[in-house]
């Protein structure tokens, strides 16, 4: 639930979107970023977050749906 709300916060203070690389930029604990990844993935399956590529090996968007 806290990591839910760090995303949608930092989704929030960025006009809703951000990319994968920067939302894991600052963790630096291998639990951290699971518990982080897991949010994320929780997101995405309840539509709050759309996760999309544009191209291929590109950086993932992260959007507020």
């Known amino acids: ?16 979107r951000t990319t994968f690389t ?9 639990r951290e970023a699971l ?3 897991l949010a994320l993935l929780e997101l995405i399956r309840l539509q709050k977050v759309k996760a999309f590529q544009k ?5 993932i968007q992260l959007e507020k749906w």
């Open 1 to 16: 639930q806290e990591k839910m709300e760090q995303i949608l916060a930092t989704l929030n203070q960025n006009q809703g």
């Open 22 to 30: 920067k939302l894991f930029r600052k963790v630096s604990r291998r």
């Open 55 to 59: 191209v291929p090996w590109g950086d």
């Open 35 to 37: 518990a982080l990844f």
